[in-house]
């Protein structure tokens, strides 16, 4: 099995990388320890997915004894306390990769969901437009994405996006359909393309720093 522990071995003699560094790095190699942070974090995304699901669930089964005002409310409410959790756990990162803790990324993830869903259900029993309402989505979880570093709050501002531009998910409107929905389809590409490149440009000052105070020994970490 291919093994860099000598390599390893020779930097820490060298004084390229420091003694703790070193023992973690080849503990990593003879697998002595090993990383669970992609499990937890689909662990935490499928709780986030749980919690919004009751929401969901909830909702259906007791909307005439609860009623849409109080609905409209408390989901706000629940909204507000995760995004004011993340808010005050926002500086709890990872020295290493500067990564959010999964279980702040995982509740800023459900407030967005649960502003998602209480725009769609004020928008339905308010009558208002929906698409005024995914565009109001899509900037506000960009909005958020940023602000909190968050690629979940980014996937669901993207989502909205696409809703906003008339694009479904129906495998059968994808196969039965127009023009209209390529040229939609495209237009949508277009603006995250050009969204992408933008967002390269504007942020490399700040990226470039981020990766310059990373050491190059410690870029990959276990689980945390």
């Known amino acids: 099995m291919l093994s860099f522990e000598p390599e390893l071995t020779a930097a ?10 070193a023992v973690r790095l080849i503990a ?22 749980l919690v919004a699901g009751g929401v969901s669930v909830l909702i259906s089964n007791h ?3 609860i ?23 926002r500086d709890r990162r990872s020295p290493i990769d500067h990564r959010t803790s999964l279980i702040d990324d995982s509740i800023l993830l459900l407030g967005g969901m649960l502003v998602s869903a209480d725009a769609g259900w004020i928008s339905t029993q308010w009558h208002i437009d929906g698409a005024r309402t995914l565009l109001f989505l899509a900037i506000f979880h960009a909005v958020g994405a940023y602000r909190f570093e968050s690629r979940t709050l980014l996937s669901l501002s993207i989502g909205a996006l696409a809703g906003w531009l008339g694009i479904e998910r129906k495998l059968e409107i994808i196969f039965s359909s127009n023009i ?28 470039s720093r981020r990766c310059s105070s990373t050491p190059p020994s410690r870029s990959r970490s276990g689980a945390r």
Not at 28 to 49: D, H, K, N, V
Not at 180 to 193: G, H, M, N, S
């Open 180 to 207: 209209d929905l390529a040229i939609r389809t495209f237009v949508c590409a277009a603006i995250l393309a050009a969204w992408r490149e933008i967002d390269r440009r504007a942020r490399a000052a700040t990226t």
């Open 63 to 65: 909307i005439k004894d």
């Open 28 to 49: 990593m190699q003879r697998r002595e320890i090993f990383s669970l942070f992609a499990e937890i974090r689909t662990l935490a995304w499928i709780g986030a997915m």
């Open 12 to 21: 820490r003699d060298d004084g390229v990388l420091t003694p703790p560094t």
């Open 67 to 89: 009623g849409a005002l109080t609905i409209a409310i408390v989901l706000a409410v629940a909204a507000t306390g995760c995004y004011a959790w993340a808010w005050m756990h």
